[in-house]
């Protein structure tokens, strides 16, 4: 049976004088390993500076019930890794180590994409997860870790795993009408990689790429990173104005759009406006970067077709997984026209190769034996009863102030706030509300006067969302009327 320690009695404080910030890391089973590391992290953060004299191992022993030996076992260590001295006849010392803390530059370069902490009703990017599915894609990734040979340990395919493709290819053509080979879908980290992949591959610095007005902010991130000019242009109740990117910038050589729901907006585009696009694109030799990021979410009727279904020359389509599973699995994919795979496959050559390849074909596995469209099934109806309940309960609670534009697809819904109110407005009853809600105006770069809440419905549970939606109509009623 384990002897308890003194150590153990006291919790992870190891020992008092110079050195009672040492702290032992009860994760590490080997205690040689444990005090080692916890002297190490307190020599590198500068706690114990050099010349530090360590104490006997007889004492340290002593004081904090550990066995002498693995004492000196870890002074070994502290020694072979350079951060200690053993000098003869007196003692161990600290050698002369620069302290790691002078060179870490502790100021993030880039503002996370969401904020850390826990996530607040009526947060964007936050689909449910049933323990039930993780746990079989913890089973799935187990099996294909536990039964990959040497093929399946090395580089592989640049576009990934072919299982994938081959699944993404099949509920393409069922859902979205867009029939493509297999060998033209590439697997990536998300819409995100994909299309800065496509803009490397395809468009130079300096060119102009027509960007929906409102829009996708990380996605203008990304245009902006890789030296594109993002020309905006408006999103009307038809959807991109097509005629007013003609006008605009004729030339550009992209335009970014997310036909099947317009983020924010929610507009779907018309089947006009997307015969004018792709005409525009084909006589302007320009690529179309369809993101359809939330088509599997669809409550009322089917979708269109995907503009990549109507052109397979000048339509680059973008599809992700962080909708209908979850945003860190970071699996998306791209289908390419099959005359610049060569050149968006060298650009990722690049970069990076794929996502974890034994993730991908667990995923796949969950797509085949049906797992995923279950779970995407029960999502769809959980989603659209909160989808219900907020908008019944801001249309009763808040007539006249908020007036919820009930989406036919997708995790979020535009509420608009009546006109003529101060421009701040929305923000303060935000803030009064204590809700996480994206405002429009957040995603434009030109100001319309026009002010809504964009509020995602999928992150909890629907009596939660509820509450959040009184709140909001309370604090909409209280700082309006
Ligand atoms: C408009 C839009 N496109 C794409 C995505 C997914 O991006 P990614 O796959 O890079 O996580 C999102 C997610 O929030 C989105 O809102």
Redesign the pocket.
Known sequence: MPTTSKLETFGPVIATGPMEQLRLDPLIRNQAQRVHSALRIAILDGLLPSGTALPSSRALSRQIGIGRNTIVAAYELLVSDGLAEARHGSGTFVAPVPPLQANINVTPVIEPRSPAGPKKPFA??QPRVEPALLNRLAAASRRRISDADPFDLGYGDPRGSLHLRRQIAAALAIDRGLRCDPDCIVI????????RLCMDALVEPGDRVWMEEP??A??RTTLLASGAVPVPINVDEEGLDIRAGRQRAPDAKAAYV?PSHQ??SGVRMSMSRRVELLDWAENASAWVLE?D??SEFRYTGRPLTALAGLSSTRVIY?G????TLF?AL???YVVVPPDVLGRVLAARAAIDRFPPAFMQDALADLMSNGTVSAHLRRMRKQYRHSRDRIARILIEEAAGVLTPIVPEQGL?MIVRLASNLASDVGRKIRAEAGVEALLLSETQTVTTGIEAFVLGFSGFAPEVLSEAASSLARAARKLVE
Not at 189 to 195: A, D, E, I, N, V
């Open positions: 964007l990017g990536v980290s998300g819409t995100q990689h994909g299309l829009g996708y990380a996605a997310t983020f924010p993101d990021y939330d973008l992700t997984f962080a909708k945003p970071r699996i998306g979020h």
